[in-house]
């Protein structure tokens, strides 16, 4: 993983905001369309980390969410940003 990317704000444990990361590069070199990457990033964690895992991919976007404490990331990879965080 290289360091094309910054962490905004993080509520989980480090090596699973890793995993988030670079599910996220994964993600960027087998799709293009924001909506694709975040469904892949979603059903990623859904399937390693139980549901119920939600993901925002954007170059601009507002939030108010609810997450499970530990359990949310945001975070800009290049050119878009990535909120992903689990809700029960």
């Given at each position: 993983?290289?360091?094309?990317?910054?962490?905004?704000?993080?509520?989980?444990p480090?090596?699973?905001?890793?995993?988030?990361?670079?599910?996220?590069?994964?993600a960027?070199?087998?799709?293009?369309?924001?909506?694709?990457?975040?469904?892949?990033i979603?059903?990623?964690?859904?399937?390693?980390?139980?549901?119920?895992?939600?993901?925002?991919?954007?170059?601009?976007?507002?939030?108010?969410?609810?997450?499970?404490?530990?359990?949310?990331?945001?975070?800009?990879?290049?050119?878009?940003?990535?909120l992903?965080?689990?809700?029960?």
């Amino acid at each position: 993983m290289d360091q094309r990317f910054i962490i905004k704000s993080v509520d989980m444990p480090e090596e699973i905001a890793n995993k988030a990361i670079q599910t996220a590069f994964d993600a960027k070199e087998k799709f293009t369309n924001h909506n694709q990457i975040a469904a892949y990033i979603k059903r990623q964690f859904d399937s390693e980390f139980q549901p119920a895992w939600h993901c925002i991919v954007g170059r601009g976007f507002g939030s108010f969410v609810t997450h499970d404490t530990g359990n949310l990331v945001y975070f800009f990879l290049e050119e878009f940003a990535i909120l992903l965080w689990k809700s029960g």
